[in-house]
């Protein structure tokens, strides 16, 4: 099992710019989710899903977009990039439902983003 | 007020020390997750609670649903155990979204 696996480890991108952070996991985790780091605050969440065709938003929306067309994977776009999504990125994975109870939650590695 | 309230933010320790973090809830929940961020790292899962006490190592984590609070004690600690903890809880009502506290920032000198 790799776990979850998010590319990139770091990015910049000029304001106006466009990418797409990957998130695969291999667990077969219904439930997915986005979060961002900034200093001296807690991981806020950016989108999530429990399952294949199914995205809710989160804590912090504005500026993103996903989508999940396949249980293992989980994009999150920047469709149009700002100073303020300077961040550190971290997708994570857990079982969903009643299942979720005794699921741990698996985290990637994270991407550092940079916007200039 | 946050819903997953830490404390203390920061902490330091000498070795072999006994730690206590603590993190207190305003919301039911069905499980509460403890996690470990070292500097620049990933983020690692210690446990998950939905009622009483586990342990793992020279970690253990307890839990007062009555209270709404959570303790994760660090027994014996180890420059390695420096660390930023992080609390977080999946609220009853939330479905499986998960609300995170600010995390604790400890440092165990040698």
């Known amino acids: 099992n790799a776990g979850v696996t998010q590319t990139p480890k770091f990015q910049v991108l000029k304001t106006g710019q466009s990418m797409t952070l990957q998130c695969a996991q291999d667990m077969n985790h219904e439930y997915m989710s986005w979060y961002r780091q900034d200093p001296g605050m807690g991981l806020r969440l950016i989108h999530y899903?429990?399952?294949?065709?199914?995205?809710d938003q989160g804590e912090v929306p504005n500026g993103y977009n996903v989508s999940r067309s396949t249980t293992e994977d989980f994009p999150l776009r920047l469709l149009s990039a700002a100073p303020s999504q300077t961040s550190v990125y971290f997708c994570a994975s857990s079982y969903s439902g009643t299942n979720s109870y005794n699921s741990p939650l698996h985290f990637g590695n994270g991407t550092r983003l940079t916007v200039t | 007020k946050n819903e997953v309230e830490q404390s203390p933010q920061n902490l330091t320790a000498q070795e072999g020390e006994f730690i206590t973090i603590n993190c207190s809830y305003s919301?039911?929940?069905?499980?509460l997750h403890w996690l470990q961020q070292h500097p620049g790292g990933g983020i690692v899962s210690l446990f998950m609670?939905?009622?009483g006490k586990k342990k793992h190592g020279r970690l253990i984590a307890t839990i007062n649903i009555q209270e709404k609070h959570s303790s994760l004690h660090i027994t014996a600690s180890h420059p390695r155990d420096s660390a930023v903890y992080i609390c977080?809880?999946?609220?009853?009502?939330?479905?499986?979204?998960?609300?995170f506290g600010t995390g604790t920032r400890l440092a165990v000198r040698p």
């Open positions: 919301v039911g929940i069905s499980a």
């Open positions: 899903s429990v399952g294949a065709g199914i995205t």
């Open positions: 977080a809880v999946r609220s009853t009502s939330s479905g499986d979204k998960l609300t």
């Open positions: 609670l939905s009622s």
